[in-house]
């Protein structure tokens, strides 16, 4: 069974701050994906890392692949009250399984003013 | 493009009911579909991968007679809570996977609060 262990569960933290979430596994995974979660609603992909090593950048947001594929990590710059939510980091199948996904225990941010 | 629908958005049962929950991909066929469960401020869980035209593969853990699903046709999978309890409320989603191959991503529906009373 493939396991994701993702950290911190809970963030607090005051607007401008920067922060890291970080997902962590034993098991190798095809992909690597980040959602983020508005109460009631299904999640909202972030983006997809397939790569080892690799790096995306969206806005103020950097997503990392480690090289071996079992880890990955979330960076937020100057936080937001906006960027409040769950954030959850998903492993993905590969080959005929692809789009099955292990999701992490996820991240409860808050961000206030 | 890649829409996924889930109805109903919310529903109140009573207890001993069965409730039907549908996944629909509006603008894509879907040979599989995933079902998930969420409980308050927790992460989703795999319930059970939904595959057009045979049987439902479902994770461990998890009762097939408890929760029947069928994927009748390539944009439809229905997830029914038979002989709910109040220990079944929760926010179930499914994920639709395009039909093609090389992809890497399934793309999630809006969710479903189950209450059971």
């Known amino acids: 069974t493939q396991l994701l262990e993702q950290s911190p569960q809970f963030l607090s933290i005051q607007e401008g701050e920067n922060l890291t979430v970080y997902c962590n596994s034993s098991?190798?995974?095809?992909?690597l994906q980040w959602y983020r979660q508005e109460p009631g609603e299904g999640p909202v992909l972030l983006v997809t890392?397939?790569?080892?090593?690799e790096v995306k950048k969206l806005k103020r947001l950097t997503f990392q692949f480690g090289d071996a594929r079992k880890d990955s990590s979330l960076h937020i710059t100057a936080a937001q009250p906006g960027d409040t939510g769950l954030y959850l980091c998903?492993?993905?199948?590969?080959?005929?399984?692809?789009?099955?996904?292990?999701f992490g225990q996820g991240t409860i941010l808050t961000v206030h003013p | 493009g890649a829409v996924v629908s889930q109805h109903p958005s919310w529903v109140i049962c009573k207890s001993g009911t069965s409730v039907k929950i549908e996944c629909r991909s509006l603008?894509?066929?879907?040979?599989?579909m995933f079902w998930y469960r969420q409980f308050p401020k927790q992460s989703l869980m795999l319930m059970a991968t939904?595959?057009?035209?045979?049987?439902?593969?479902?994770e461990q853990g998890v009762e097939k007679d408890k929760f029947l699903i069928n994927h009748a046709s390539l944009t439809l999978s229905t997830l029914t809570v038979t002989s709910a309890h109040p220990e079944d409320s929760s926010f179930y989603i499914c994920?639709?996977?395009?039909?093609?191959?090389?992809?890497?991503?399934?793309?999630f529906g809006q969710g479903t609060r189950l209450t059971v009373v």
């Open positions: 994920s639709a996977r395009p039909y093609f191959v090389g992809g890497t991503e399934a793309f």
């Open positions: 098991s190798v995974f095809s992909s």
């Open positions: 890392v397939v790569t080892g090593g």
């Open positions: 998903a492993g993905g199948a590969g080959g005929t399984s692809y789009g099955k996904l292990t």
């Open positions: 603008d894509f066929q879907a040979t599989t």
């Open positions: 939904s595959n057009e035209g045979s049987k439902a593969t479902y």
